[in-house]
């Protein structure tokens, strides 16, 4: 009983995501993207060791990092706050279905879009290397996929800070606002300030001790970590990628198999205290 | 079916309710009545289980509001759902019955009785208003409910819209559907329910059928009538009450006087053009309880 609600939910909120061309927009981006970063990759790289599926495959993290928390956002910010809006907040809950089901459903509908979007943008991106180098391209497919499921975590715990900052405004415009900050901050203003506070550090205590952990704390920075560590292709990282020598890979495999979890109970805590 | 015993909700000082009792038997049609901000959405709300009360006692059934069987006994229909305007009439309703756990394939069929067969397979963007407001009354029907709630089902519903929609509750009154809905005027309500109960500032200040409520008012009927050419002085004479306006007379006369004022309006008829009684409107009932209360 339990499961066929969160499987109606989760269909009936895929439907929307169909219609309101969200799973069209997460495919357009992540094909579009994947293909212009393999196209030029394969340029620059020519010349490496590495086999240029790998490549494609640094390449791609460095972009994923980027997009998954911004498609995860855009598809999510509306889920509590849009229902809050419109009036069937109130109606769903008078329904034999519990909030948590209601998330659950959104977040398992919104999580495929994510899926089918990194999975059409990643495999037109592997299809590209073949077509390229031919066979010799396999040996990247163990990397690709390990960006294929590792995108789908860091997808799941955006999604999931998108319904919390969805219940936390309780309006579509004040979430919409809430969810760019989210991103600016996490993905973009984040690292900008350790790369800083490692340049203000040169070479200290912060450097040595605090600056891995924050790495690995933050998803966005795990998820990059954890790709690059595993790939034979960390030479083809920049910035801040180049620390992913000098940090164990469980740490922000750990991150990014936790953080799904702890963002969608902080969602449900979040949603748990909004008034109807 | 559904038991409130001295509720009381308060939110900061305010009290939105303030010892409120209401009982609404199986197959009995009882309407709330209030200004804006008189406590009806409230008390909706403690009797869906959405909020809960600072004091007294609900049961839908014997159970508690917002327990697994208070939800499966209990439908709603909230003033101005918006449904997904991407969605269609059928995928829509297809998905409220499998949350309670029904086979999808009976949207068709709920459509079809608010009168929607030939909109289930268009985008629910495309509908009217009055449309809307029957996607909800559809959802509301599903899995014969034993207590209905509705909050003001008929606001924006064209007359014959609205006399469709008091057929289908009578209907399910019939079967035994305790109905509880809210309404901001009397005239809304009309005869089509058995009780009427008015909130003021959270509280109860009337409680009956619409008869009774009309005779505990005593309000008086108003009398207006055209004397024929030239006889406004006779008319005036035979009047003295009355006050002209416009050449029209009119004036008051108490529920016990009817058959008193008949009479001397048959003795007058040679100064009369034209006359009327009009008995007080349900509007001005409603007005004078309120305000009585107040």
């Given at each position: 009983?339990?499961?066929?609600?969160?499987?109606?939910?989760?269909?009936?909120?895929?439907?929307?995501?169909?219609?309101?061309?969200?799973?069209?927009?997460?495919?357009?981006?992540?094909?579009?993207?994947?293909?212009?970063?393999?196209?030029?990759?394969?340029?620059?790289?020519?010349?490496?060791?590495?086999?240029?599926?790998?490549?494609?495959?640094?390449?791609?993290?460095?972009?994923?990092?980027?997009?998954?928390?911004?498609?995860?956002?855009?598809?999510?910010?509306?889920?509590?706050?849009?229902?809050?809006?419109?009036?069937?907040?109130?109606?769903?809950?008078?329904?034999?279905?519990?909030?948590?089901?209601?998330?659950?459903?959104?977040?398992?509908?919104?999580?495929?879009?994510?899926?089918?979007?990194?999975?059409?943008?990643?495999?037109?991106?592997?299809?590209?290397?073949?077509?390229?180098?031919?066979?010799e391209a396999a040996q990247g497919l163990g990397a690709l996929w390990r960006l294929v499921w590792s995108s789908v975590?860091?997808?799941?715990?955006?999604?999931?800070?998108?319904?919390?900052?969805?219940?936390?405004?309780?309006?579509?415009?004040?979430?919409?606002?809430?969810?760019?900050?989210?991103?600016?901050?996490?993905?973009?203003?984040?690292?900008?300030?350790?790369?800083?506070?490692?340049?203000?550090?040169?070479?200290?205590?912060?450097?040595?001790?605090?600056?891995?952990?924050?790495?690995?704390?933050?998803?966005?920075?795990?998820?990059?970590?954890?790709?690059?560590?595993?790939?034979?292709?960390?030479?083809?990282?920049?910035?801040?990628?180049?620390?992913?020598?000098?940090?164990?890979?469980?740490?922000?495999?750990?991150?990014?198999?936790?953080?799904?979890?702890?963002?969608?109970?902080?969602?449900?805590?979040?949603?748990?205290?909004?008034?109807? | 079916?559904?038991?409130?015993?001295?509720?009381?909700?308060?939110?900061?000082?305010?009290?939105?309710?303030?010892?409120?009792?209401?009982?609404?038997?199986?197959?009995?049609?009882?309407?709330?009545?209030?200004?804006?901000?008189?406590?009806?959405?409230?008390?909706?709300?403690?009797?869906?289980?959405?909020?809960?009360?600072?004091?007294?006692?609900?049961?839908?059934?014997?159970?508690?509001?917002?327990?697994?069987?208070?939800?499966?006994?209990?439908?709603?229909?909230?003033?101005?759902?918006?449904?997904?305007?991407?969605?269609?009439?059928?995928?829509?309703?297809?998905?409220?019955?499998?949350?309670?756990?029904?086979?999808?394939?009976?949207?068709?069929?709920?459509?079809?009785?608010?009168?929607?067969?030939?909109?289930?397979?268009?985008?629910?963007?495309?509908?009217?208003?009055?449309?809307?407001?029957?996607?909800?009354?559809?959802?509301?029907?599903?899995?014969?409910?034993?207590?209905?709630?509705?909050?003001?089902?008929?606001?924006?519903?064209?007359?014959?819209?609205?006399?469709?929609?008091?057929?289908?509750?009578?209907?399910?009154?019939?079967?035994?559907?305790?109905?509880?809905?809210?309404?901001?005027?009397?005239?809304?309500?009309?005869?089509?329910?058995?009780?009427?109960?008015?909130?003021?500032?959270?509280?109860?200040?009337?409680?009956?059928?619409?008869?009774?409520?009309?005779?505990?008012?005593?309000?008086?009927?108003?009398?207006?009538?055209?004397?024929?050419?030239?006889?406004?002085?006779?008319?005036?004479?035979?009047?003295?009450?009355?006050?002209?306006?416009?050449?029209?007379?009119?004036?008051?006369?108490?529920?016990?006087?009817?058959?008193?004022?008949?009479?001397?309006?048959?003795?007058?008829?040679?100064?009369?053009?034209?006359?009327?009684?009009?008995?007080?409107?349900?509007?001005?009932?409603?007005?004078?309880?309120?305000?009585?209360?107040?």
């Amino acid at each position: 009983m339990m499961f066929a609600r969160i499987l109606t939910t989760a269909r009936i909120e895929f439907l929307i995501a169909l219609r309101n061309r969200w799973v069209g927009v997460g495919v357009a981006l992540m094909v579009l993207f994947s293909l212009v970063l393999s196209a030029a990759g394969a340029g620059a790289a020519g010349n490496l060791a590495a086999d240029p599926l790998s490549v494609t495959v640094a390449s791609l993290t460095s972009l994923s990092v980027y997009l998954v928390p911004l498609i995860a956002l855009l598809i999510s910010f509306d889920a509590i706050a849009g229902e809050v809006e419109r009036g069937t907040l109130q109606l769903h809950l008078t329904y034999p279905l519990s909030r948590s089901e209601l998330l659950l459903g959104k977040l398992a509908a919104q999580l495929a879009v994510v899926t089918i979007s990194v999975i059409a943008g990643y495999g037109a991106a592997a299809v590209l290397a073949f077509v390229a180098v031919g066979g010799e391209a396999a040996q990247g497919l163990g990397a690709l996929w390990r960006l294929v499921w590792s995108s789908v975590l860091l997808g799941a715990a955006f999604i999931s800070l998108g319904h919390m900052m969805s219940a936390m405004a309780r309006r579509p415009s004040g979430a919409a606002a809430l969810g760019i900050g989210l991103w600016l901050l996490a993905i973009v203003l984040y690292d900008l300030g350790l790369l800083a506070a490692v340049v203000a550090d040169n070479g200290g205590a912060f450097t040595t001790t605090v600056f891995p952990w924050a790495l690995v704390l933050n998803p966005a920075d795990a998820f990059r970590i954890f790709n690059l560590a595993a790939s034979d292709a960390t030479g083809a990282a920049s910035g801040l990628g180049g620390a992913a020598n000098t940090i164990a890979i469980w740490k922000p495999l750990a991150s990014l198999l936790v953080w799904p979890l702890l963002a969608a109970a902080l969602a449900r805590l979040t949603f748990g205290r909004v008034q109807i | 079916m559904l038991t409130l015993s001295r509720l009381t909700k308060r939110y900061g000082a305010q009290a939105a309710l303030d010892d409120v009792s209401l009982a609404v038997a199986a197959g009995e049609r009882v309407a709330l009545l209030g200004h804006n901000g008189a406590g009806k959405s409230t008390l909706m709300k403690l009797v869906l289980g959405l909020i809960s009360a600072d004091a007294g006692d609900i049961a839908i059934a014997g159970h508690a509001p917002g327990s697994a069987v208070a939800r499966a006994l209990t439908a709603y229909l909230p003033e101005n759902a918006a449904f997904h305007p991407a969605l269609t009439g059928r995928e829509q309703i297809g998905h409220f019955l499998r949350l309670r756990g029904e086979p999808a394939a009976r949207a068709d069929a709920l459509l079809e009785r608010v009168g929607l067969g030939d909109a289930a397979r268009r985008r629910i963007g495309t509908y009217s208003k009055g449309m809307r407001q029957r996607i909800g009354l559809a959802q509301a029907l599903i899995g014969a409910p034993r207590l209905m709630v509705l909050d003001e089902p008929t606001s924006g519903l064209d007359p014959v819209s609205r006399r469709e929609f008091y057929g289908i509750l009578d209907d399910l009154a019939a079967q035994g559907t305790a109905i509880l809905l809210s309404s901001h005027a009397l005239s809304e309500v009309e005869a089509r329910t058995d009780r009427i109960v008015i909130l003021s500032r959270g509280q109860q200040v009337a409680e009956g059928t619409l008869n009774s409520l009309r005779s505990d008012a005593g309000l008086p009927l108003m009398v207006t009538l055209h004397p024929l050419a030239g006889q406004d002085a006779a008319a005036a004479a035979a009047f003295p009450e009355a006050v002209q306006n416009g050449g029209v007379f009119s004036f008051p006369c108490p529920q016990t006087d009817k058959q008193a004022v008949l009479t001397r309006l048959v003795a007058a008829s040679g100064q009369i053009d034209d006359f009327d009684i009009h008995p007080p409107s349900l509007d001005d009932i409603y007005a004078h309880i309120s305000r009585r209360a107040a």
